[in-house]
T-cell receptor, first 115, second 113 residues
Framework: ETGVTQTPRHLVMGMTNKKSLKCEQHLGHNAMYWYKQSAKKPLELMFVYNFKEQTENNSVPSRFSPECPNSSHLFLHLHTLQPEDSALYLC??????????????FGDGTRLSIL | SQKIEQNSEALNIQEGKTATLTCNYTNYSPAYLQWYRQDPGRGPVFLLLIRENEKEKRKERLKVTFDTTLKQSLFHITASQPADSATYLCALPRGSTLGRLYFGRGTQLTVWP
């Protein structure tokens, strides 16, 4: 059971499509994160939001555009993606940045395939 | 830059034995270290956190050690069961911003009956 819900679970899209990934957390947390997980590679942090403000963009290409309308919801807007963007995209939340030792709670991810 | 290495991609052990997974890091001194479990098609799940001033932490059949001199953490599962089969990830804080994490590649543990 997870307090972080991601939709859709699977997404197949062409390189010219536009789609969005959604993440919702029911834990009352203030920080939310997007990660990319590719086969045989560590989780790569993409974006961090703390109290709805973006606090990190880890050199992510502009074809990925995050949006955080409130502390419970996080979106990742996708457009003109490349085949190498195929991966598992994970959303996570924690109590808040600057709160040391807080574990992150993950959703089950969106498996994205770019044709 | 900080680097995290987990000892091997895969570890296979027999049920009932103790599984030991290793996480080594370089180039900094983290205030804490976390371990997560990830099952196929699922997100990581937090298991344990150990602080730099703690040598050992236990939770049921799990035990984590943290040696800041060796820059290493060991993760032990005693009396392992097939249900323990999963990928285990270690994570350390990124730089000075608390709450952000670097993750290792993970070690895939298989426990066979």
């Amino acid at each position: 059971e997870t307090g972080v819900t991601q939709t859709p679970r699977h997404l197949v899209m062409g390189m010219t499509n536009k789609k969005s990934l959604k993440c919702e957390q029911h834990l009352g947390h203030n920080a939310m994160y997007w990660y990319k997980q590719s086969a045989k590679k560590p989780l790569e942090l993409m974006f961090v939001y703390n109290f709805k403000e973006q606090t990190e963009n880890n050199s992510v290409p502009s074809r990925f555009s995050p949006e955080c309308p409130n502390s419970s919801h996080l979106f990742l807007h996708l457009h003109t993606l490349q085949p190498e963007d195929s991966a598992l995209y994970l959303c996570a939340s924690s109590q808040g940045e600057g709160r040391e030792h807080q574990p992150q709670h993950f959703g089950d991810g969106t498996r994205l395939s770019i044709l | 830059s900080q680097k995290i290495e987990q000892n091997s991609e895969a570890l296979n052990i027999q049920e009932g034995k103790t599984a030991t997974l290793t996480c080594n890091y370089t180039n900094y001194s983290p205030a804490y270290l976390q371990w997560y479990r990830q099952d196929p098609g699922r997100g990581p799940v937090f298991l344990l956190l150990i602080r730099e001033n703690e040598k050992e932490k236990r939770k049921e059949r799990l035990k984590v050690t943290f040696d800041t001199t060796l820059k290493q953490s060991l993760f032990h599962i005693t009396a392992s069961q097939p249900a323990d089969s999963a990928t285990y990830l270690c994570a350390l804080p990124r730089g000075s911003t608390l709450g952000r994490l670097y993750f290792g590649r993970g070690t895939q543990l298989t426990v066979w009956p």
